[in-house]
């Protein structure tokens, strides 16, 4: 398998999702705003993302895919099957209890996760409800990443990477046509979540059975749990659900200092989480989703290959997260203002969200980075490493934000989150050739200074260009839209022309980064 052909088509199904979810974004903005209502919508929204993210994406994929790589390698097809059946078995009965748990306890969830709402106002009464509409979205979610893993494992990524944009094509079709006849339109986007939820199951079916991989959950929960492939991924799992509350808990409290800030606040940094995003899902899950299932063979029987698809995965990091780093910092104004400045989002909505894209910026290498190299101790289903790890960025980020918010504000919580992440990827960068499981390969000076001379020249182009160019206009004298866009897109496709055309120069071949896997 060409593993750069793999990430591409991962990547290009992700720039799908991450478009459309722009729109999804560009509507909910100009439809709704970033104030008290927005800010009801996200937390509650943000209560079945973190479950999800607990249950689903990171814990039980870190410990399942390892796991269903081995026995798929090593034990008959009949054995694999039943190990599929039986944890979607455990983990369906398991997470629909817990959805009925989030519903009955919205409340106190809520308060939980922004107390700065305030309890029994307006937009704490609004957050419970769009929570117990939302919260059994995960029992969707968690299915969903259970039949991604599947599939990942059989080569197949383009689908999952796919899902996604069904999600924001129900936001975009509710925000339309279902919000403007309700009461409250702000309701629609609940609806939105959970028919977007199912459809991105719908279509992962028939790709399972394909597979002869389509799970059958069944009532014997029991028998179930007594597989002995089960208990392996529940035990990975433990360490690996510790791992990912870490970072949960961290947004938990993002979240709630933030529902303490000026109205808004919350909107304003998902707003700029969304940006951030773009970059993130395309480079990192893209590279994350690839590597895993082929280091996980590679750790077993070819360290040399272990170690050269790390290498390959940072150097393919490095040449692309660097530019868009750089991109993000210079052209935050440009990018909020073309994206979300429309309807009621305002111009001192832009201003408060650039600085949460420029805080965010800052950390990009570190948040793509770790999805790169935390697959490389899952691989050796190591859990325990990226878990202590995870600990001391919970730590960091926290000091910073006692530090950072008092005179950032929001923009202190990006910059806080920013800095962790550096500190997470750096310290798994260090255990890994500590512990002589990834030993970079030579010309690492080389290629640094290369990329060094592209971003020198790109960002003088940006710097050159956007002078004088007037993003943000008054009521008296407003930016068309369609010529901020215009701008906005020259801007882009310039400075990425500027980049790739120094490198060529330098000697870079796109060849030179083909690997397989």
Known sequence: MNLLKAAAAVSSMTLLSRITGLIRENLIARLFGAGSETDAFFVAFRLPNLLRRLFAEGAFSQAFVPILAEYKATQPEAETKRLVNDTATVLFWAVLGVSVIGVIAADALVLAMASGLGEHSQGFDLAVS????????????????????????????????????LLNLSFIAAALWLSPHLHTPIYALAVAVLVGGVLQVAIQIPALRKVGMLPRITWR????????????????????????????????????????????????????????????????????????????????????????????????????????????????????????????????????????????????????????????????????????????????????????????????????????????????????????????????????????????????????????????????????????LLKLGGLIVGGAAVYFAVLLALGFRLKDFKRKG
């Open 130 to 165: 769009l929570t117990r509409w939302m919260f059994p979205y995960i029992l969707c979610a968690t299915l969903m990443a259970f039949s991604a893993g599947v599939l990942n494992t059989w080569k197949q990524f383009s689908l999952p990477a796919f899902a996604p944009v």
């Open 221 to 484: 929960v029991g028998a179930a749990f007594a597989d002995p492939g089960v208990r392996r991924v529940l035990k990975k799992m433990g360490p690996a659900i510790f791992g990912v509350s870490v970072a949960q808990i961290s947004l938990l409290i993002n979240t709630n200092i933030a529902s303490h800030l000026a109205a808004g606040s919350v909107s304003w940094i998902t707003y700029a989480d969304r940006l951030m995003e773009f970059p993130t899902a395309m480079l990192g899950v893209a590279l994350g989703t690839v590597l895993l299932p082929s280091l996980s063979r590679a750790s077993k029987t070819d360290p040399a290959e272990y170690n050269a698809l790390l290498d390959w995965g940072l150097r393919l990091m490095f040449l692309l997260a660097l530019p868009a780093t750089v991109g993000l910092c210079m052209l935050a104004e440009p990018l909020t203002a073309g994206l979300f400045h429309y309807g009621r989002f305002s111009a001192n909505d832009v201003a408060m969200t650039q600085q949460a894209v420029m805080a965010y910026g800052v950390g990009l290498c570190g948040l793509i980075g770790i999805k790169i190299l935390a697959p490389g101790f899952y691989a050796r289903q190591d859990l325990r490493t990226p878990v202590k790890i995870a600990v001391v960025a919970l730590i960091t980020t926290q000091l910073f934000n006692w530090l950072l918010v008092p005179t950032m504000a929001h923009a202190g919580l990006a910059l806080s989150i920013s800095v962790g992440a550096c500190v997470n990827a750096l310290l798994l960068f260090t255990f890994l050739c500590s512990g002589k499981h990834y030993q970079p390969c030579a010309g690492w000076l080389s290629f640094f200074a290369k990329l060094t001379l592209a971003l020198v020249a790109m960002a003088g182009f940006l710097w050159w260009v956007n002078q004088g160019i007037t993003w943000v206009g008054s009521p008296s004298a407003p930016v068309l839209w369609w010529l901020r």
